[in-house]
């Protein structure tokens, strides 16, 4: 990434980056949010944590990008190594721990960028940035509401839309604020927030989404359907890592070496899309970018088929590689339009 942000310092290379790796056709644009995504391949937060390399990648073709997981703290995350290849499985195994520069320091580095890419000029970008938030490790759940505050307030004038990650395995203890009470707490406050600058500035409404874990069982499924309802919730990212290590080719004694994390890539395809064909036949009104074992343009087709809006990829672009998203996209061709 430090290679290809040198390259897209000089013109011409760039240049030469950008017709390579990116894809420049109206039929790929779409409208979710109140907000036109160049194209419906986006990149997960994860990678691009502290908002370094969003020129480079969107010279690589990505339509959105998602920045973070951002905490009010800076903090280091887990101890390494906390990333792991299963390349047998097509798989990664992660347990970074929310490592970031801290909101206050990624929301400067945003509004750098923005200055340099005015979206009152789309010869500039038109690259849509996610602000995917969380809490410090060391927050208490019942103060964790206080840290999705600060985040949402920090980055409000700097992403375009907000992911709400209550759902990696990384944290202790998150996973629990998955629970349709503390969610409640959580989101309805954000939304209040969300009024309250609406009122204040006279701008549009940030949108407003939740990460969801690829472990809840159904009647939990079912609880957070309800409550995206009740509080005009924008949409839902499915899905997050999952802690399941079931059917896996990479031997069970190289999996124990590696330990606790959350597990993403091929493995959790399959229960990916099956989360997200159900909350689009529970509520098909509710929007989904559906994150979750996408490498080909027919994974991405097939999340899209089970009735999501957007896709993000992760692991894929790791396995697969700089032109992902142009594969996807020139796979799929006209056929989803």
């Known amino acids: 990434m430090n290679s290809l942000k040198l390259f897209c310092k000089i013109g011409f ?17 779409r409208r979710f949010f109140n907000l036109t995504f160049k194209n419906f391949v986006g990149l997960g937060a994860g990678f691009d944590k502290n908002a370094r390399y969003l020129s480079e990648l969107d010279a690589l073709g990505f339509g959105f990008i998602e920045i973070g997981t951002v905490t009010p703290i800076a903090q280091p995350g887990n101890d390494k190594p906390r990333l792991f290849r299963l390349p047998m499985d097509r798989a990664l195994i992660n347990r970074m721990g929310f490592n ?7 929301a400067e580095r945003l509004r750098k960028w923005r200055s340099k890419h005015p979206a009152s000029n789309p010869q500039t970008t038109t690259l849509i940035i996610g602000g995917n938030i969380g809490k410090n490790k060391n927050t208490p759940n019942e103060d964790a509401w206080k840290d999705y505050e600060k985040c949402f307030e920090e980055l409000f004038d700097c992403v ?32 209040k927030l969300n009024q309250q600058k609406f009122v204040e500035t006279g701008k549009i409404l940030k949108p407003l989404l939740l990460k969801i874990a690829p472990d809840l069982n159904r009647n939990q499924v079912d609880d957070i359907i309800d409550l995206a309802l009740e509080i005009k919730l924008d949409g839902l990212v499915a899905t997050n890592t999952t802690i399941s290590r079931e059917n896996l080719l990479t031997s069970t004694g190289e999996i124990s070496s590696i330990g606790a994390g959350g597990l993403s890539g091929l493995p959790v395809k399959e229960k990916s899309t099956s989360i997200v064909r159900y909350i689009h036949q529970k509520a098909p ?22 009735g999501a809006s957007l896709v993000q990829v992760w692991t894929g672009f790791i396995y697969e590689g700089p032109s992902i998203s142009k594969k996807i996209l020139k796979g799929i061709s006209g056929k989803t339009n």
Request: proline fraction near 4%; hydrophobic fraction near 45%; glycine fraction near 4%.
């Open 13 to 29: 290379i760039k240049k030469i980056i950008i017709s390579a790796f990116s894809v420049n056709d109206k039929r790929y644009e």
């Open 100 to 106: 970031n520069d801290g909101v206050k320091v990624v």
């Open 285 to 306: 009104s509710i929007p989904i970018i559906a994150s979750g074992g996408i490498f080909t343009a027919s994974d991405a087709a097939e999340k899209l088929a089970a």
């Open 160 to 191: 375009d839309y907000f992911v709400v990650n209550v759902s990696s395995p990384n944290t202790p203890d998150l996973r629990a604020l998955q629970e349709k009470e503390a969610l409640k707490k959580i989101l309805t406050h954000l939304q």
